[in-house]
């Protein structure tokens, strides 16, 4: 049990267009969502915190007017990476806790590259 | 920003040896976290430790919680090829927020020589 599924798994786009990355729990409700950016060889940095049914809380330094965040089920949190640029490409992940004292259960990560 | 640091960043170690990673972490936590995580995969949870908890234990794997020292220690043991990745430790605490949520080491890579 306890499962994220994340899509889409790769993703390439052109600059300057927008890319919806998708988080669904499917198997637990989650009124919180995290999302995570994780460059090569590197940790990952949490970027936001997705809230069901109100604003998303973001890390310091994490522009929210270009990262756009919504969580509008319990299911379900969407990550709009907007006007991408190159710089943008890296690798996303979200996250979601299925319970108190669990640990989180993680999507399989989306490869975006913007060209 | 990093709470936890990992040590070594990378090992490497032949099939049926121990691999010890350590993590040290700086502000107060509920409680600590280790993660897997294959090349340009999602994390793996692989188990939790309390803050009031010192030892864990789950298959081959051993944690250790020294909250005076603000560290932490993952052992595996016997280890296979099967288990070269990246492992992170992670906190879990408010963080000054109302919401708790995971703030990840830089991680050791593990390599696991047949």
């Known amino acids: 049990g306890a499962v994220v599924s994340q899509h889409p798994s790769r993703v390439i786009c052109k600059s300057g267009t927008s890319v919806k990355i998708e988080c669904r729990s499917l198997d637990f409700q989650a009124t919180t969502m995290f999302w995570y950016r994780q460059f090569p060889k590197q940790s990952l940095m949490l970027m936001a915190t997705?809230?069901?049914?109100?604003?998303?809380?973001?890390e310091q330094g994490v522009e929210k007017d270009k990262f756009l965040i919504n969580h509008a089920s319990l299911t379900l949190s969407t990550l709009t990476v907007t006007s991408a640029h190159p710089e943008d490409s890296s690798f996303y992940i979200c996250?979601?806790?299925?319970?108190?004292?669990?640990?989180?259960?993680f999507g399989s990560g989306t490869r975006l590259t913007v060209v | 920003s990093q709470q936890g640091e990992e040590d070594p960043q990378a090992l490497s170690i032949q099939e049926g040896e121990n691999a010890t990673m350590n993590c040290s972490y700086k502000t107060s936590i509920n409680n600590l976290q280790w993660y897997r995580q294959n090349s340009g995969r999602g994390l793996v949870h692989l188990i939790l430790?309390?803050?009031?908890?010192r030892e864990k234990h789950s298959g081959r794997l051993r944690v250790t919680l020294d909250t005076s020292k603000k560290s932490s220690s993952l052992l595996i043991t016997a280890s296979r090829a099967a288990d070269t990745a990246s492992y992170f430790c992670a906190t879990d605490d408010r963080s000054g927020g109302s919401n708790y949520k995971l703030t990840f080491g830089k991680g050791t890579l593990l390599t696991v020589n047949p």
């Open positions: 430790i309390r803050s009031n908890e």
């Open positions: 997705s809230n069901e049914g109100s604003k998303a809380t973001y």
């Open positions: 996250s979601a806790r299925p319970g108190p004292l669990r640990g989180y259960t």
